[in-house]
Every structure is written in C-alpha cells, then in structure tokens.
C-alpha cells in the first residue's frame, strides 16, 4: 500500500527553501534551521508572504511528486508548483465527458453528499453518545438533528438534478451547523459558532474550520492531481475559474469525519481557546498566527489514525483517505467500477 | 510500415506479457510507482549502460544503442550489443533477479534483436539475458515461435495503446504481490466491479440504521 506520507509545513516569513542532495533545507537569515529528506515527504505546504524556494528544489519535488504550495499566512491558497502535466489525458476528455452530463454527474454528486451528511450525522450521533449522559437536552437536539439529516440523505437517492441535491444538501447542512454549539463542551461563552459563515468567518469556531477546511481542500487537489484528475472540472459545484471544484466535490465527504472533529477535539479539550483569536474591525474572526502551529500539528496527529477502508477492506492512514477515494473516482470514470463508491465511516 | 512518431516502447511488450492490464496503465493511462524491484533494476540498467564502448579481443561492446524496427513499430535501447569479429552480432540484456516463468525477458530482447536486424539488415540468431541474482548469463535463440510472440504482441499493445483501453483487473497472488502497480490497478477494490453502487446503498442503509 502506498505510504501517507508527511507534509512539511513552513510558517516562518523570510524563509528560503533550497535542494540539498535529496533533502530540502530550510535557510533562514543565513542560517540552516532544518533538513528533511525528500522521500518522507508528500508536500510542502508554505503560510506566508515571504518564503521562497529555488527552482532546483521545485523540479526536484516535481520529480519525486512533492507538491509545493503557498498560501497566505492565513492559509488560502495562492501558487503551486509542478512539473508538466501528467497522468492520462484520456481519462481527463472523459472528466469533462461526464461534468457535461448532468445524469453522469448526479450520479457521482449523489454518493458524495449522501456520504458527506452520513458522516456529519456520525459526529452529532458520537457527540449525543458520549456527552448526552449529563446533558438530555442537548442529546435530544442532536438527535432530532441527526433524525433530520437522515431524512434528506434518503431524499438524495431520488433528486433528478443537480440543483435539488445542492438543496437537499443545503438544508441538511445548515441543521447541521444549527445543532454544532450542542458539540462544544467547553463552557467558555466566547468561543461560540451561530450558524456557519466563511467570508469572512464571523465567530472563532468558523474560524477553525475555515482554516482546517483550507487544509483538507489543499490535501483533497494534491490528491486528484497526483490521480491525473484535473482539480477544476468537478460534477457537484460548477466550473468557475479559479475554483476547484472537484477538489470542493471531493472534500465533501471528508469535512466532518477528519476537519470538523480535529476543531472539536481542540476546542473541547482547550488546546485552542478564545485566546488564540483576534477580532478584526469589520468582525472577521482569524486564528493568531502562533496558534495556526498547534491546529498545523493537530491535523497531522490526525492524519496518522488509521482505519480500515470500508470499500477497500485494508487498514490506512486517515491522511491517505484523499488519495484512495480519488483513485476510485478515476476508477469510476474509467469504468472500471459502476459507481463512484464515496466514503462512508462508522 | 509506422512512421516515427507511432512507434511505441520495447519495454511495453514486456509489460503486455507480465500482465495486459499492467501495460495498459502504465503506456495508457500514464501511471507509474517505483517499488523495490524497479528502483534495483534501474539503478541495474543505468549502470549496465554507464560504461564506455569498449573492444575487447576484437569484440567492440556498445552500452544503451537506440533502436527501432518501423515494420513491428517498436523502439527502444539496447543494454548492451556485442560486435564479434566475423559478423556475430549479440544483444544482451541485464535483469536484476532471475529467469521467470513467463516469456517477457525473452520477447524484449528478441524485439531488441529484430530491431537490429532491420536497421543493419543483418541476422541476429540469438542472444543473452544476464541475471543478476545468478550473476551469469543465458543464451536465447530466436526461433520462429519467439519471433511470432514479439509480433502477436507488438500488434496487441498497438491496438490496447490506439484503443485507450485499460483491461479488467484480474487479482493473481504472485504477479500482484510483486507489481509496482498495484496500488495503482486496486485489482482487490475492483471485486466490486459491477457492484460497486449495489456496495455503496448498502453500506449507506447500514449506517443509517443505526439508532440516534
């Protein structure tokens, strides 16, 4: 089985990164800070407006497949190298075969979002499990939440088109973000989330997804692309340029299962606290620059977990989870499989 | 006769005869993974082919010849080519482990010696793998039988290659276990082939059913 393997995250500004034999090095005001080995890595993630990296080092990543990407420090995605385009032009003429066609597209679509709110029915289900007990209020609220979420996945299976599955989807995700204060058990009344909002993220919860969103979205297109998938052409959210809508597509399923219960574990556990955000003048709410470290480490913790893959039935790394599922979409379009079997956890 | 540009890898006829769909992923859809055995054996070819030419007794040794035949539509390189005196003309190719079952060492160096015959318009009877684990050599002869397959399968890689087509997955213990590919190919995932939406409403009943 291929190996999950590290990204490198490089947070500090004014950092130049540089090929060493088949390491990268890591140069700061003169000085070497750290050395890794190119095969322990499956990229390097950049957060910053000031980090750079020679043209040796790009091609080297290029060859052995280590995507380098840079992002604001506040982690969305600015510039990614990489070498020529690879992988299977055939199969990418069939991507676009099958986003033209909107049967084809419900069809994958569908399996998406039915995984995407099993698996945010899961963590309202584990949250009412383990916490109902001192709380029958709030086990009450996530049940009928989960009940409700159920109710639209079975709605799915029947809706014809792409704009009734993005309502389905639509209701059944702002049910989901109007119960998400039921999964805080920490009491401090600051950090708090009333609905869910992005651009920008008006509450320090929103905050933390926002930024374990970028994470996973950045993981979800290393993901395709290594697949020869072209992160752009998705079935679920439309071409716009710019966007990758694919890698949007893909990310649905995971958003629950890896990003909402990294943010749920550091917030019940107080590892980020209202601390660890600052209020801009318009209300937008970011994460401090020191502590984007400790969510950086907690989401690699993450990614080390394993499970065994339902579809697949071998043990993986969570990290991997990207990788395996659009390697099954490829297999899908490919026809080697009749549907695109989108991940379920338990 | 092909012209230049639709000529296709020697070293994609060994592919077919490992396994089509090995082939078909690799020289179709573009895919590729290193995995012990092919780290060793192209760490093995790049120094078979490092050395300089050389002569040694009268016999002039050439390292990585580039060859094609336009009638088979093939290309690819020689390891090594032996130049004897008196005419012989001798490719050897080097494999890093031992003598298979399966034909592909065969073909590959027969399509390498059918190659040379149509660009030097000459006759090459036989040639030699080396076998890195038993660290001598073998000679093959090209009888008409061995000709016939590197033939039969030029034209099945062609069509597989114009075709596009990948062919199914068909899970084997041996062959799998020590493909590079197989990561790549899921042939384990693909027991699901004609049932993989059957699989995914069932699985998504299961998890449903489960009590709130």
């Known amino acids: 089985m291929k190996r999950h393997l590290n990204t490198l995250f490089v947070t500090l500004d004014g950092s130049y990164l540089r090929k060493d034999g088949a390491a990268v090095e890591i140069r700061h005001e003169g000085e070497t800070k750290m050395r890794v080995p190119l095969h322990n890595l499956e990229g390097i993630s950049c957060f910053g407006w000031d980090i750079g990296a020679s043209a040796a080092l790009m091609a080297a990543c290029a060859e052995a497949g280590v995507s380098i990407s840079f992002h604001t420090p506040h982690g969305k995605f600015l510039a990614a190298t990489r070498g020529f385009t690879s992988g299977n032009i055939l199969l990418r003429r069939e991507q676009y075969r099958r986003a033209d066609d909107e049967a084809a597209s419900v069809a994958i679509a569908a399996n998406m979002l039915a995984a995407k709110l099993a698996n945010a029915r899961q963590v309202l289900m584990r949250a009412a499990r383990d916490h109902g007990g001192k709380s029958p209020e709030r086990a009450s609220a996530l049940g009928q939440a989960a009940d409700a979420i159920a109710v639209r996945i079975g709605l799915l299976g029947r809706a014809g088109t792409l704009d009734s599955l993005r309502g389905i989807e639509g209701d059944a995700a702002s049910t989901y973000f109007s119960v998400f204060r039921h999964l805080l058990v920490n009491h401090d009344p600051l950090v708090r989330i009333s609905g869910r909002s992005r651009r920008p993220p008006l509450d320090p919860v929103n905050a933390l997804l926002s930024f374990l969103y970028v994470l996973l979205m950045h993981d979800c297109r290393s993901a395709l692309e290594s697949c020869g998938l072209d992160p752009q052409c998705g079935f679920l959210h439309r071409d716009r340029p710019g966007r990758p809508s694919l890698a949007l597509d893909l990310m649905e399923e995971f958003r629950a299962f890896l990003a909402d219960r990294v943010a749920l574990t550091l917030l019940n556990r107080k590892q980020i606290t209202f601390a660890d955000f600052r209020t801009a003048e318009s209300g937008a709410v970011l994460l401090k620059d020191d502590s984007r470290k400790q969510v950086l480490a907690a989401w690699q913790e993450r990614k080390q977990d394993e499970i065994i893959h339902p579809f697949l039935d071998e043990r993986v790394t969570l990290g991997l989870l990207p990788h395996l599922q659009a390697r099954l979409l490829a297999r899908h379009l490919r026809g080697d499989l009749d549907a695109y079997p989108a991940f379920l956890s338990k | ?212």
Request: charged share 25%; with cysteine.
């Open chain 2, 1 to 212: 006769m092909f012209g230049e540009d639709q000529l296709i890898p020697i070293s994609a006829l060994q592919h077919w005869l490992y396994c089509p769909r090995q082939c078909a992923l690799i020289h179709v859809e573009r895919a590729w993974a290193e995995n012990r055995f092919t780290a060793e054996g192209r760490v093995m070819h790049a120094r078979a082919h490092d050395g300089p030419d050389e002569s040694r007794q009268g016999v002039r040794i050439t390292r990585g010849l580039p060859v094609r035949s336009l009638r088979l539509g093939l290309a690819g390189e020689c390891d090594v080519v032996e130049f004897h005196p008196g005419g012989r003309i001798l490719p050897v190719e080097y494999k890093r482990g031992k003598p298979k079952s399966h034909r592909a060492d065969e073909v590959q160096l027969c399509a390498q010696a059918l190659c040379l015959e149509e660009m030097l318009s000459a006759s090459v009877p036989g040639g030699c793998l080396y076998y890195g684990e038993r660290r001598r050599r073998m000679e093959i002869p090209f009888d008409a039988d061995l000709r016939d397959l590197v033939a039969a399968a030029a034209v099945a890689v062609h069509d597989c290659i114009r075709d596009g087509f990948t062919p199914p997955a068909e899970y084997e213990t041996r062959r799998c276990g020590a493909c590079s590919l197989l990561d790549l190919c899921q042939p384990q995932a693909l027991r699901f082939r004609r049932g993989a939406g059957a699989w995914f409403g069932q699985r998504l009943r299961a998890v449903l059913s489960e009590e709130t």
